[in-house]
């Protein structure tokens, strides 16, 4: 069993990176673009260059995957099934809650991350004129288990809690221990049960079957790991460990989604062999 940590904001920056990616892309809006990120991205090109000729896929690649693809969940859901209610925890410089509140005006956005990460994030929307009633910034910690910052807590204080929700978690669970992040996915299969309709939309990273790959990608995570004082981890082997796991945190129905269902349909780059990224739909 790993312990529990405390604190995990040591995994913040990322945020940096990847809100610079979402921008290079044309998804996000100047309001969210960062000095940092913009270096991290520099930093980081020469390493997805390489990765992307050796691999045929790159960080980048399964961002955009996994972005694009959990975009399109939340989009279904809303249209699909009605649900009015969206709250983004890890929300980091996420450009989502500003495109979902664009395309549709009378949507409850929460964006909710760190303390830290939370008022960096409000100050920038609020500069930028998108905060308001309907679209809110609030501080939450998943490893939290008392006070106002838990789940629990967040949920009830900012929702309509008679009415479904989409709760979305992307590049967040893989810095967590697969014992740690199951607490919190069983806390939140609990706090959405009392919401019927709600679903659960996240992304997890298949352990690579390659040896070679699966040698690379585990010095890349204690890497990752140790930069951002985490425990990167890769939780699952297939798809279906993953569904059956999922399915025994007390979500029902759930599924996997491999991004090569997408290809073609959504604007999404392709892995030259099977996709690492998975994104998951867990209902309750
Ligand atoms: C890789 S970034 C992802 C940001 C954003 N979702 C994206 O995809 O661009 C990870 C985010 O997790 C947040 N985070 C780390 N620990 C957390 C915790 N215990 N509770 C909530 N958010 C946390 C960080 O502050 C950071 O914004």
Same mark, same amino acid.
């Given at each position: ?27 996000? *809006? ?53 649900? @009015?209610?969206? #709250? ?13 509140? @664009? ?7 929460? @964006? ?7 008022? &960096? ?11 308001? +009633? ?13 006070? *106002?910052?838990?789940? @629990?807590?967040?949920?009830? &204080?900012?929702? +309509? ?32 049960? +009392? ?16 040896? #070679? ?58 892995? &030259?062999? *099977? ?10």
């Amino acid at each position: 069993m790993s312990k529990k940590p405390t604190d995990s904001s040591g995994i913040s920056f990322t945020a940096l990176y990847t809100g610079a990616v979402w921008h290079r892309n044309g998804l996000s *809006d100047d309001a969210l673009s960062t000095e940092q990120g913009r270096w991290l991205y520099h930093l980081m090109s020469p390493f997805e260059t390489a990765s992307k000729a050796a691999i045929g896929g790159n960080i980048r690649t399964f961002l955009l995957q996994r972005h694009l693809i959990i975009d399109h969940l939340i989009e279904r859901a809303i249209r699909e099934d009605g649900v @009015e209610q969206v #709250l983004e925890i890890a929300c980091g410089m996420s450009p989502r809650g500003i495109r979902l509140r @664009e395309k549709h005006p009378t949507l409850k956005m929460v @964006e909710a991350d760190l303390p830290d990460m939370a008022a &960096r994030k409000a100050a920038r929307l609020l500069a930028a004129g998108r905060l308001g +009633d309907r679209h809110q910034v609030t501080p939450v910690d998943i490893l939290a288990e008392a006070g *106002d910052h838990t789940l @629990e807590a967040v949920v009830a &204080r900012v929702f +309509d809690n008679t009415k479904p929700i989409v709760v979305v978690t992307e590049g967040l669970t893989s810095y967590f221990s697969l014992p740690v992040i199951t607490e919190f996915w069983q806390r939140l299969a609990s706090v959405l049960s +009392d919401r019927p309709g709600s679903v659960y939309l996240s992304e997890s990273y298949l352990i690579p079957r390659q040896p #070679l790959l699966r040698g690379s990608l585990k010095t890349l995570g204690g890497l990752l790991g140790s930069m951002t004082r985490s425990q990167v981890s890769f939780h699952f082997e297939d798809d279906q460990q993953a569904r059956d796991h999922f399915l025994g945190c007390g979500f029902s129905p759930v599924r996997v989604y491999n991004p090569s269902e997408f290809y073609g349909a959504l604007p999404i780059p392709q892995s &030259r062999r *099977d996709p690492m990224v998975r994104v998951v739909s867990a209902r309750v």
